[in-house]
């Protein structure tokens, strides 16, 4: 069994930062890449930014050049580091992992439970 726990959503005014952070834990044999995701209210989940085990990110052109998104595989945590933000990066937002479990080495597809951002203007 695995978990993905996320952290540090909240209320920010336009222009300001939050850092989101999820952490995996359970029979975890390796993962491969990892993410966000977010939905808005009325819209469909869009992807936010990835990151693989080894090799070049991944952003949504709405949110390059404002956020970061970084991992350790030591801890198995990707992180979200969100700077300018908009009225319109509100959503909530999900983690994503790919993950082979230890015991049975099936690869899965791994959700968070979702973590609120609202951008107020």
């Known amino acids: 069994q695995v978990q993905l726990a996320e952290s540090g959503g909240g209320l920010v005014q336009a222009g300001g930062s939050l850092r989101l952070s999820c952490a995996a834990s359970?029979?975890?044999?390796?993962?491969?890449?990892m993410g966000w995701f977010r939905q808005a209210p009325g819209k469909q989940r869009e992807l936010v930014a990835t990151i693989p085990s080894i090799g070049v990110t991944n952003y949504a052109d709405s949110v390059k050049g404002r956020f970061t998104i970084s991992r350790d595989n030591a801890k198995n945590t990707v992180s979200l580091q969100m700077n300018s933000l908009k009225p319109e990066d509100t959503a909530v937002y999900y983690c994503?992992?790919?993950?082979?479990?230890?015991?049975?080495?099936?690869?899965?597809?791994?959700w968070g439970q979702g973590t609120q951002v609202t951008v107020s203007s």
């Open positions: 994503n992992a790919q993950i082979t479990e230890y015991s049975s080495r099936r690869y899965y597809d791994y």
């Open positions: 359970g029979s975890i044999f390796s993962i491969n890449a």
